[in-house]
Nanobody, 122 residues
Framework: EAQFVESGGGLAQAGGSLRLSCAAS????????RGWFRQVPGKERELIAL????????DYADSVKGRFTLSSDNAKNTVYLEMNSLKPEDTAVYYC???????????????WGQGTQVTVSS
């Protein structure tokens, strides 16, 4: 069974850093597009970082570009999100997800982590 287990969320001060991890089991991450999403209550889940299958491209939402870095360790079957210069508006539940080549919309991703809360205080 394909599974994702997330870790690394928590509380940070504005300007601080957090690192999220998402370990996969039951499938090889490298064969899939891997994304990080976030969601705040009352809003749609937002794709903030995406790495294509075979690691050819990495894209970021404008809201996190220059502050967040997605990386993937295929040997560990784990994808990471390094979050720096955090802002209170980064407060959200963060999800990792895996999907087929070309996946960009929430419904394109069939495999999801359980979500981890990130709270940034001002």
């Amino acid at each position: 069974e394909a599974q994702f287990v997330e870790s690394g969320g928590g509380l940070a001060q504005a300007g601080g850093s957090l690192r999220l991890s998402c370990a996969a089991s039951g499938f090889s991450l490298a064969s899939y597009a891997r994304g990080w999403f976030r969601q705040v209550p009352g809003k749609e889940r937002e794709l903030i970082a995406l790495i294509s299958s075979r690691d050819t491209t990495i894209d970021y939402a404008d809201s996190v570009k220059g502050r967040f870095t997605l990386s993937s360790d295929n040997a560990k079957n784990t994808v990471y999100l390094e979050m720096n210069s955090l802002k209170p508006e980064d407060t959200a539940v963060y999800y990792c997800a895996a999907g087929p080549f070309g996946a960009t919309m929430t419904h394109d991703f069939p495999c999801w982590g359980q979500g981890t809360q990130v709270t940034v205080s001002s």
